[in-house]
């Protein structure tokens, strides 16, 4: 499989816990993108890395969220203290520079939900 | 601030016929636009993508067509097939120093048998 993969696809969590997703990108994508959606919305975006300096935030980005993509492959998002207004789908994207470099690749997401 | 809506929250087509989903944008900065569409339960897949600089482009069924003069965006899909329902988001990117997509809402496309 050669798409964007995210784990895992459904978690269900209290409020209050620690929630972590991971991203696995296409492999030759060096630029990496999260975003959420809630039901009926379009994806907005949170954040992108390109390899592994992470170099837009956006200010839907509370303290509480952090990603990272340590050597520039995989990413994680983990989101502290979760909140009932944090349950979304969390969807990774990847794309390339250069040619094409606007097309994001999404994966299927990683849906929240905050009891 | 930058914001991309569409006219339509939902359109029903029968199949064979042509569908199109408008979308309008407010940045006129923005220098790319690209259309997803989304199944349930999936991530958002590519469908075509067009830049500011011209003004549409054709793909296999779809064509983009943008007007920048009216800031109106819209995704023609020719002899839709059931296959094509779906939710169809625009995006656009707003330029410069930016590689984000920024969505509108969605517009969801039933494809009547």
């Known amino acids: 499989d050669t798409g964007v993969s995210q784990d895992p696809r459904h978690k269900i969590t209290k409020r209050g816990q620690n929630v972590t997703f991971r991203c696995d990108p296409i492999s030759e994508h060096n630029r990496l993108y999260w975003y959420r959606q809630t039901l009926g919305q379009g994806p907005e975006f949170l954040t992108y890395?390109?390899?592994?300096?992470?170099?837009?935030k956006s200010r839907l980005l509370s303290d509480r969220f952090s990603a990272e993509r340590p050597k520039g492959s995989f990413s994680t998002l983990e989101i502290q203290r979760t909140e009932q207004g944090d349950s979304a789908m969390y969807l990774c994207a990847s794309s390339s520079i250069g040619t094409g470099a606007n097309v994001l690749t999404f994966g299927a997401g990683s849906r929240l939900t905050v009891l | 601030g930058e914001s991309v809506g569409l006219h339509l929250p939902t359109l029903s087509v029968q199949e064979g016929d042509n569908s199109i989903i408008n979308c309008a944008y407010s940045?006129?900065?923005?220098?790319?636009f690209i259309w997803y569409k989304q199944e349930s339960g999936k991530g958002p897949q590519f469908i075509i993508d067009i830049r500011s600089n011209m003004d549409k482009r054709q793909g296999q069924r779809v064509t983009v067509l943008l007007n920048k003069t009216v800031k109106h965006l819209s995704l023609q899909i020719a002899a839709t097939q059931p296959g094509d329902s779906a939710v169809y988001f625009c995006?656009?990117?707003?330029?410069?120093?930016?590689?984000?997509?920024?969505f509108g809402t969605g517009t969801l496309l039933a494809v009547q048998p």
């Open positions: 940045n006129s900065a923005s220098d790319y």
């Open positions: 995006a656009e990117r707003a330029g410069g120093a930016t590689n984000k997509l920024i």
């Open positions: 890395f390109q390899n592994e300096a992470q170099l837009e």
